[in-house]
């Protein structure tokens, strides 16, 4: 793949929020925005271990994410691997400085499980111009 141009680096260093598409049992495609980290061509993102994504993820892993300007838009496919521990440090790291000290391995809710999700990026549909 070509290398991304510095001006779609430079968003998926700062953007917040990706949507996420991951594809229900029935075939019917499942939406949700999510938190993330782009490192070295993956996209990064945590979820409850008994989540719907996760639960997606389990069954079928192919993934689009999509940042959420359209008028520039940004709009990968990959396969997702989770991930339910130990966490690189590198990428806990990552979403603790992108979000002001957040635990993205820390569970939501007490007995949950955290699953951190990774996405290697096997085309990218479009990398910042309309097409």
Same mark, same amino acid.
């Given at each position: 793949m070509p290398p991304l141009q510095a001006a779609v680096l430079d968003r998926l260093a700062g953007e917040r929020?990706?949507? @996420?598409?991951?594809v229900r049992p029935d075939g019917s495609p499942h939406v949700a925005p999510v938190w993330f980290v782009f490192r070295q061509g993956s996209w990064w993102f945590g979820a409850d271990g008994g989540s719907v994504k996760v639960?997606? @993820?389990?069954?079928y892993s192919r993934v689009s994410l999509a940042l959420?300007? !359209?008028? @520039?838009?940004?709009?990968?496919? !990959?396969d997702a691997v989770l991930r339910?521990?130990? *966490?690189?440090?590198?990428?806990?790291?990552?979403?603790?400085?992108? *979000? %002001? !000290?957040? %635990?993205?391995?820390?569970?939501?809710r007490p007995g949950g499980d955290r699953v951190l999700v990774e996405v290697a990026v096997r085309r990218w549909l479009l990398a910042g111009a309309a097409q």
């Open positions: 929020n990706v949507w @996420l598409c991951t639960r997606n @993820l389990e069954r959420e300007d !359209g008028r @520039l838009p940004v709009v990968a496919e !990959g339910r521990g130990p *966490y690189p440090q590198e990428i806990t790291d990552a979403f603790a400085a992108k *979000y %002001d !000290g957040w %635990d993205v391995s820390a569970p939501h």
